[in-house]
């Protein structure tokens, strides 16, 4: 199954990179991309539960769902995974 995710925070080539990193940790996901102008994630995977765990994980990392709460703390959060995915490039 295909699936997309509209995020929050996605500001550059560094957080893409970011988002991509911490996804590809997840078993089970192939072919995930991330496309900067739209702010949205897709991915491929056959595990219904997928969906939920990577929307956990974007959160977790400082880029969540559109819809979902965007605290400081996340907010916070996307500007060190932005840099950490500049720096990693």
Do not use: R, W
Request: proline share 2%.
């Amino acid at each position: 199954m295909n699936y997309f995710v509209d995020i929050q925070n996605l500001k550059c080539g560094g957080c893409a990179k970011t988002v991509i990193d911490s996804l590809s940790k997840i078993e089970g996901i192939h072919e995930i991309s991330v496309d900067v102008d739209l702010s949205k994630v897709s991915f491929s995977s056959e595990a219904e539960t997928t969906l939920e765990i990577v929307e956990k994980k974007l959160t977790e990392i400082g880029y969540p769902p559109v819809g979902a709460k965007n605290s400081m703390i996340t907010k916070a959060k996307s500007f060190v995974s932005c840099a950490t995915g500049k720096m990693s490039s």
